[in-house]
């Protein structure tokens, strides 16, 4: 029991963290992503300020995804709201398909080309369809399939998060090319996420208590 919930606290910690990292590079220190866009050498959006607002829209629902996910996963919240626990879901569920659908238009001016390109279309479709399976499991009744599809999706709210952990690092402390430090770190963060998931499963998930009739 207090396993998971130094494990929440420290989800909760990060995604905090994180959330208020994306505020402030996105909307305060380069609201124009004048940095971001100086990397993109193979192609560049041809609408540059649409790409923007896109691109905005994209990190504030990934951001409230990463919330109302968070907020989902606590013991009382469930207890003492039962139907906005649903509510909750559903919102996380419109929330990754709109980041989704956001990121579907961005993915082809990622910065690497076409590679790139597809490893985000490729995540995007496989974290949208373990959300809906989250979904479909808890309208079967099925609450321990419905917990373990919420993790995995739930991990992929920090897609962001490891990209840039990882291509920074490369970069940074390496001297690895930008472009292809963020090559590497997409590549490295989809395996990372399936690896955390699985261990929240099969490591923490078998601890929490009995579980609670919806």
């Not at 560049?44 to 607002?53: F, G, Q, S």
């Not at 995804?65 to 469930?78: E, H, P, Y």
Request: glycine share 4%; proline share 4%; net charge positive.
């Amino acid at each position: 029991m207090v396993k998971n919930k130094r494990l929440y606290g420290l989800v909760i910690f990060v995604a905090f963290v994180f959330i208020n990292y994306v505020v402030y590079m996105y909307f305060f220190r380069d609201p124009d992503a004048s940095r971001f866009l100086s990397h993109k050498s193979v192609k560049r959006p041809p609408d540059v300020e649409l790409w923007l607002n896109v691109m905005r829209v994209h990190a504030i629902l990934a951001c409230v995804a990463m919330i109302v996910g968070i907020t989902n996963f606590s013991k009382r919240f469930l207890r003492s709201f039962p139907k906005w626990h649903r509510i909750n879901g559903y919102l996380y569920l419109i929330c990754v398909f709109f980041v989704v659908l956001s990121s579907g238009y961005m993915a082809p001016y990622s910065t690497g080309g076409k590679i790139n390109s597809v490893a985000f279309n490729l995540l995007s479709m496989v974290w949208f369809a373990m959300t809906v399976i989250a979904i479909i499991k808890i309208r079967k009744k099925q609450l321990d399939q419905h917990r373990k599809w919420n993790i995995r999706s739930y991990a992929f709210c920090f897609t962001n998060m490891f990209i840039h952990l990882y291509s920074s690092i490369l970069h940074y402390g390496f001297g690895v090319s930008y472009v292809e430090s963020y090559t590497i770190g997409i590549f490295a963060t989809i395996p990372t996420l399936f690896i955390l998931a699985e261990y929240v499963i099969k490591m923490v998930l078998p601890t929490a208590a009995k579980p609670l009739k919806l």
